[in-house]
């Protein structure tokens, strides 16, 4: 070895090496210490990059979980609320007609001035408002006022009742409240008016702005109009339609791909070429795949765009290499005693690995589709390219109905342009993204310690 | 009756006669004493649920297929002169709009006489389609059940029916790897040809500038080619060689360093903590890093940057760099740590031995053994920042300019895939076209680096076993 060289140089004497070695011993152990440092320093590096990372999502983050609220007595007047009886679907009525007359209806409420319920009722707690009504209605988010409509059309002995309700304030005043905006900028930087900012304060001074627990960003959908009550719903569910999709296609066909590879498959050509091309389908690039997905989902076989069973298959298809090889790995533990045992008292080759060797790699497989789906959950790329980026503002009912995702609904709320509320929800967004990422992780890993054997 | 019901009805059939099958064997062994059955009761139940399915799930797999083009051509038959002979958008409006209504989507107050008449006529044809396809099934799926019924004999080999079928699926299953690859390459290269009939190879790889400009205009008419902009692939190229350039820098020696700590200087308890929580660095979504460096990084060096006196944009090549390197370092570490690992304790102990220090000892011994591996592994992480998209589209700025400036924004080709085909393109120009070109140039330089990767580990890894 290189280092041992200059010790077997025979002109030099015991005496004289043993002086250089001793010589040169605080330099070499100082380089040692350099080195050990280095690599010190650069996990303690990467340990605090993990740490930054989750301090700066959770720090922005946690606060849009939390949201601000005008608690209003409404009174549902009926001076404003004038609406037919609600349609009863008559014994001899047709399903289809009594639809239409039941729209019909809704149509009818949804033309009632439920504005008028707020700024009535915030009227009574902002005694010198009554001359700016208009600026008055803007305080409460836009969306409330639909809120409002569903409950009358859920329940119409309302009507002449007051009922006392949580109702989401404005973004910006949301924004102004927790002093994500520096409030030291002169008016006209400012969102709010100088009318509206002293309103807010006279009603935070009540007590009746207060930050609740934000119900609207997990229960909406995504929202332009209201940009206060924009929330997951729809994401999380377009989300969970491809995991589904996701589970149902790819870990069967993982598996049993991984199966015919490990235990039945012949060493030829053939196998070689599907081995090779497994594990290069495992590093494509995953945009790659949303091309796929585009030209041949979209473009040949005519599936909507934006559907999550579209996102679905692109994203089974990308994660079918990981299941196979995690599969293959799990298969290939188990000892071949387990099929020479089974073999041997006479069970078919078939029977061997689906009775005695498949039970026994149970908990590997799913630690490996576990895995497999949580990557799948965090890909955003892909989906961009068969149109799951457009605005959805409804909750998809069924995985062939537009929809976007988790990590898409991140992309395009960062890009909106309220930038102080909706830095905040993005990291809240990520939060919930994280959270279930983790949650899968962990039950991963809890598989693992639990089911684990050394063979 | 739609397709997905049918086929929950085929599973409950699948199911019934499997324990129909089960019961049938049974009855046959009591019925011949002293014979023993060749397969076991389940096989035979196996064997009867898959005679009544199959042959029906084929039927219904071509009749999906072909069915709605059969019933399109009929409808489209049926129109009216000067409708029937629309082509291409013409055609597929009017069809949209009969299906709708025939679908019970349409308004029905706002559609013209015809359209009214044929979507009668597409939904009679519907109707029709699906009793018979119900019909056929059901005879199928019946003859099937009574025939295999009654073949259950002691000497039947319904295992070996059953584990053929079974066998068959699994070979189905492992060819998906495969089409999936042949589906890639397929439909980006038919892409990339349609692209090249716009615009010469030569202008793509070679050009210099990138301005595809806009265009919503259908294909071949006259006003496409005054439009047309320039597809240079080169400023991209350098974009995306830029970020993974620094990405490397920064991956490189910190996963190094990593890998070599963990592995041969951390104690075992410090190590089974810090491992993993490094590897939750590679297990975020990478669109949590781009607004991470949207939002975090690219401030902070803007900021550092002035204090140097140096002017960094946000959105620049060095923060997309930067933050897909904090990506990369769980990959190169993991990888490397695997490697390191590998190399055998005899040669470690040699080195020990002659007194050479740990450090000497990992420098000039283990690393040089392992040097391949890692040189794999930086590969393998090359394909991976090569292939990033979401951080670069947040944070390299999207500005397609050929610089080697990292404080400057830049374009990659992962971007420009994703600004080409989501913006307000006609799906059949060179603007939404270019975005597969793109694509097949992407996969062909990782599937370079990848192959490569694999071939110099797998070479790495014989030489130690």
Same mark, same amino acid.
């Given at each position: 070895?290189?280092?041992?060289?200059?010790?077997?140089?025979?002109?030099?004497?015991?005496?004289?090496?043993?002086?250089?070695?001793t010589?040169?011993?605080?330099?070499?152990?100082?380089?040692?210490?350099?080195?050990?440092?280095?690599g010190l320093?650069a996990?303690?590096?990467?340990?605090?990059?993990?740490?930054?990372?989750?301090?700066?999502?959770?720090?922005?983050g946690?606060p849009?979980?939390?949201?601000?609220?005008?608690t209003l007595d409404?009174y549902?007047?009926?001076q404003?609320?004038?609406?037919?009886?609600?349609?009863?679907?008559?014994?001899?009525?047709?399903?289809?007609?009594?639809r239409?007359?039941?729209?019909?209806w809704q149509?009818?409420?949804?033309? #009632?001035?439920?504005?008028?319920?707020?700024?009535?009722?915030?009227?009574?707690?902002?005694?010198?408002?009554?001359?700016h009504?208009?600026?008055?209605?803007?305080?409460?988010?836009?969306?409330?006022?639909?809120?409002?409509?569903?409950?009358?059309?859920?329940?119409?002995?309302i009507?002449?009742?007051?009922?006392?309700?949580?109702?989401l304030?404005? %973004?910006n /005043?949301?924004?102004?409240?927790?002093?994500? #905006?520096?409030?030291?900028l002169?008016d006209?930087?400012?969102?709010?008016?100088?009318?509206?900012?002293?309103?807010?304060?006279?009603?935070?001074?009540?007590?009746?702005?207060?930050?609740?627990?934000?119900?609207?960003?997990?229960?909406?959908?995504?929202?332009?109009?209201?940009?206060?009550?924009?929330g997951?719903?729809?994401?999380?569910?377009?989300?969970?339609?491809?995991?589904?999709?996701? #589970?149902?296609?790819?870990?069967?066909?993982?598996?049993?791909a %991984?199966?015919?590879?490990?235990?039945?498959?012949?060493?030829?050509?053939?196998?070689?070429?599907?081995?090779?091309?497994?594990?290069?389908?495992?590093a494509?690039?995953?945009?790659v795949?949303?091309?796929?997905?585009?030209?041949?989902?979209i473009?040949?076989f005519?599936?909507?765009?934006?559907?999550?069973?579209?996102?679905?298959l692109?994203?089974?298809?990308?994660?079918?290499?990981?299941?196979?090889?995690?599969?293959?790995s799990?298969?290939?533990?188990?000892?071949?005693? /387990?099929?020479?045992?089974?073999?041997?008292?006479?069970?078919?080759?078939?029977?061997? #690995?689906?009775?005695?060797?498949?039970?026994?790699?149970?908990?590997? /497989?799913?630690?490996?589709?576990?895995?497999?789906?949580?990557?799948?959950?965090?890909e955003?790329a892909?989906?961009?390219?068969?149109?799951?980026?457009?605005?959805?503002?409804?909750?998809?009912g069924?995985?062939?109905?537009?929809s976007?995702?988790?990590?898409?609904?991140?992309?395009l709320w960062?890009?909106?342009?309220?930038?102080?509320f909706?830095? %905040?929800?993005?990291?809240?967004?990520?939060?919930?993204?994280?959270?279930?990422?983790?949650?899968?992780?962990?039950?991963?890993?809890?598989?693992?310690?639990k089911?684990?054997?050394r063979? | 009756m739609?397709?997905?019901?049918?086929?929950?009805?085929?599973?409950?059939?699948?199911?019934?006669?499997?324990?129909?099958?089960?019961?049938?064997?049974?009855?046959?062994?009591?019925?011949?004493?002293?014979?023993?059955?060749?397969?076991?009761?389940q096989?035979?139940?196996?064997?009867?649920?898959?005679?009544?399915?199959?042959?029906?799930?084929?039927?219904?797999?071509?009749?999906?297929w072909?069915?709605?083009?059969?019933?399109?051509t009929?409808?489209q038959?049926?129109?009216?002169?000067e409708?029937?002979?629309? &082509?291409?958008?013409?055609?597929?409006i009017?069809m949209?709009?009969?299906?709708?209504? +025939?679908?019970?989507?349409?308004i029905?107050? &706002?559609?013209a006489?015809?359209?009214?008449?044929?979507?009668?006529?597409m939904?009679?044809?519907?109707?029709?389609?699906?009793?018979?396809?119900t019909?056929?099934?059901?005879?199928?799926?019946?003859?099937?059940l009574?025939?295999?019924?009654?073949?259950?004999?002691?000497?039947?080999?319904?295992?070996h029916?059953?584990?053929?079928v079974v066998?068959?699926?699994?070979?189905?299953?492992?060819?998906?790897?495969?089409?999936?690859?042949?589906?890639?390459?397929?439909?980006?290269?038919?892409?990339?040809?349609?692209?090249?009939?716009?615009?010469?190879?030569? &202008?793509?790889f070679?050009?210099?500038?990138?301005?595809?400009?806009?265009?919503?205009?259908g294909?071949?008419?006259?006003?496409?080619?005054g439009?047309?902009?320039?597809?240079?692939?080169?400023?991209?190229?350098?974009?995306?060689?830029?970020v993974?350039? @620094?990405?490397l820098?920064v991956?490189?020696?910190?996963g190094?360093m990593?890998?070599?700590?963990?592995?041969?200087?951390?104690? +075992?308890?410090?190590?089974?903590?810090?491992?993993?929580v490094?590897?939750?660095?590679?297990?975020i979504?990478?669109i949590?890093?781009?607004f991470?460096?949207?939002?975090?990084?690219?401030p902070?060096?803007?900021?550092?940057?002035?204090m140097?006196?140096?002017?960094?944009?946000?959105?620049?090549?060095?923060?997309?760099?930067?933050?897909?390197?904090?990506?990369?370092?769980?990959f190169?570490?993991?990888?490397t740590d695997?490697?390191?690992?590998?190399?055998?304790?005899?040669?470690?102990?040699?080195?020990?031995?002659?007194?050479?220090?740990?450090?000497?000892? @990992?420098?000039?011994v283990?690393?040089?053994?392992?040097?391949?591996?890692?040189?794999?592994?930086?590969?393998?992480?090359?394909?991976?920042?090569?292939?990033?998209?979401m @951080?670069?589209?947040?944070?390299?700025?999207?500005?397609?300019?050929?610089?080697?400036?990292?404080?400057?924004?830049?374009?990659?080709?992962?971007?420009?895939?994703?600004?080409?085909?989501?913006?307000d393109n006609d799906?059949?120009?060179?603007?939404?076209?270019?975005?597969?070109?793109?694509g097949?140039?992407?996969?062909?330089?990782?599937?370079?680096?990848?192959?490569m990767?694999?071939?110099?580990?797998?070479?790495?890894?014989?030489?130690?076993?």
């Amino acid at each position: 070895m290189k280092v041992a060289e200059p010790l077997i140089k025979p002109v030099i004497t015991a005496g004289t090496v043993q002086q250089k070695v001793t010589a040169s011993l605080g330099r070499r152990h100082r380089k040692e210490r350099v080195f050990k440092g280095f690599g010190l320093a650069a996990v303690l590096a990467s340990l605090a990059l993990v740490l930054i990372l989750f301090v700066n999502i959770f720090s922005k983050g946690l606060p849009a979980f939390w949201q601000s609220a005008i608690t209003l007595d409404i009174y549902f007047d009926p001076q404003v609320v004038k609406i037919s009886e609600k349609p009863v679907q008559a014994a001899n009525e047709s399903d289809n007609a009594f639809r239409q007359r039941d729209i019909e209806w809704q149509t009818e409420v949804g033309f #009632i001035n439920f504005n008028r319920l707020i700024t009535d009722s915030l009227e009574k707690v902002l005694p010198d408002a009554t001359q700016h009504r208009r600026d008055l209605q803007r305080l409460v988010t836009s969306g409330e006022r639909f809120a409002l409509r569903d409950m009358v059309v859920q329940d119409t002995s309302i009507i002449g009742q007051t009922r006392t309700l949580h109702l989401l304030t404005d %973004a910006n /005043i949301d924004v102004w409240l927790k002093g994500n #905006i520096d409030r030291s900028l002169p008016d006209t930087m400012q969102q709010l008016s100088p009318k509206m900012r002293e309103w807010v304060q006279q009603l935070s001074e009540q007590g009746l702005i207060q930050n609740r627990f934000s119900f609207a960003l997990f229960m909406n959908a995504d929202s332009r109009s209201s940009l206060a009550s924009a929330g997951l719903a729809g994401a999380f569910m377009g989300s969970l339609y491809m995991m589904l999709v996701v #589970i149902i296609l790819a870990v069967p066909m993982g598996v049993a791909a %991984a199966i015919y590879l490990e235990e039945f498959a012949p060493k030829n050509r053939f196998t070689d070429f599907v081995e090779v091309n497994i594990n290069n389908l495992a590093a494509v690039p995953s945009i790659v795949f949303g091309l796929l997905g585009a030209s041949v989902f979209i473009g040949w076989f005519n599936l909507p765009m934006s559907a999550p069973i579209v996102g679905g298959l692109v994203l089974s298809l990308m994660t079918l290499p990981t299941v196979i090889i995690a599969t293959r790995s799990t298969l290939k533990a188990i000892p071949p005693s /387990i099929r020479q045992a089974a073999l041997g008292l006479g069970a078919s080759k078939m029977q061997a #690995i689906f009775h005695h060797v498949l039970p026994l790699a149970i908990p590997g /497989i799913l630690t490996g589709a576990i895995l497999g789906v949580a990557q799948a959950l965090g890909e955003a790329a892909p989906l961009l390219l068969i149109g799951m980026k457009s605005f959805v503002a409804a909750v998809p009912g069924s995985p062939f109905d537009q929809s976007t995702a988790l990590p898409v609904q991140i992309f395009l709320w960062q890009g909106n342009e309220l930038r102080n509320f909706f830095e %905040a929800r993005t990291s809240a967004a990520i939060i919930v993204l994280l959270a279930l990422m983790i949650s899968l992780n962990a039950l991963a890993i809890w598989l693992r310690k639990k089911y684990e054997k050394r063979w | 009756m739609s397709n997905i019901s049918l086929i929950v009805l085929l599973l409950a059939l699948m199911a019934i006669a499997y324990q129909v099958g089960m019961v049938r064997s049974r009855k046959v062994a009591t019925i011949n004493p002293g014979v023993r059955m060749h397969s076991r009761p389940q096989h035979y139940g196996m064997m009867v649920g898959l005679w009544a399915v199959l042959p029906a799930f084929f039927v219904l797999l071509i009749w999906a297929w072909f069915a709605p083009g059969v019933i399109n051509t009929m409808v489209q038959a049926s129109l009216p002169a000067e409708f029937a002979t629309l &082509d291409g958008n013409g055609m597929r409006i009017v069809m949209r709009r009969i299906s709708n209504l +025939a679908a019970n989507f349409g308004i029905v107050a &706002d559609a013209a006489d015809w359209e009214l008449v044929a979507a009668e006529y597409m939904k009679q044809l519907q109707h029709s389609s699906t009793m018979l396809l119900t019909a056929l099934m059901a005879t199928l799926a019946s003859a099937g059940l009574v025939i295999s019924f009654y073949k259950i004999q002691p000497q039947l080999r319904a295992r070996h029916q059953v584990e053929r079928v079974v066998k068959v699926l699994l070979v189905l299953c492992s060819t998906v790897a495969v089409l999936t690859t042949v589906g890639i390459v397929l439909s980006m290269v038919g892409e990339t040809m349609k692209f090249f009939s716009f615009i010469k190879p030569s &202008d793509f790889f070679f050009g210099t500038t990138w301005n595809p400009r806009f265009s919503t205009t259908g294909v071949g008419e006259g006003s496409l080619t005054g439009s047309q902009g320039s597809f240079g692939l080169l400023p991209l190229l350098s974009g995306t060689m830029l970020v993974a350039f @620094i990405a490397l820098v920064v991956a490189i020696p910190l996963g190094l360093m990593v890998a070599i700590y963990l592995s041969e200087y951390a104690p +075992a308890k410090f190590r089974a903590t810090a491992k993993p929580v490094i590897e939750v660095l590679a297990g975020i979504p990478t669109i949590v890093y781009g607004f991470f460096a949207l939002v975090t990084v690219g401030p902070f060096l803007t900021d550092f940057g002035a204090m140097l006196g140096l002017t960094i944009r946000a959105t620049s090549a060095l923060t997309a760099g930067v933050v897909m390197g904090i990506m990369i370092i769980p990959f190169i570490s993991s990888l490397t740590d695997d490697i390191i690992t590998q190399v055998p304790k005899t040669m470690r102990d040699g080195s020990l031995g002659l007194g050479a220090t740990k450090s000497e000892t @990992i420098l000039k011994v283990v690393l040089p053994a392992a040097l391949p591996g890692i040189v794999g592994a930086v590969l393998l992480a090359a394909s991976r920042a090569i292939g990033e998209t979401m @951080i670069v589209v947040l944070a390299a700025g999207n500005s397609p300019a050929l610089t080697a400036n990292p404080f400057e924004a830049v374009s990659t080709v992962t971007v420009t895939i994703v600004n080409q085909l989501t913006g307000d393109n006609d799906f059949a120009s060179p603007q939404s076209l270019v975005a597969f070109a793109l694509g097949l140039t992407l996969f062909v330089i990782t599937l370079l680096l990848n192959v490569m990767a694999l071939v110099i580990v797998r070479k790495y890894r014989e030489q130690y076993e």
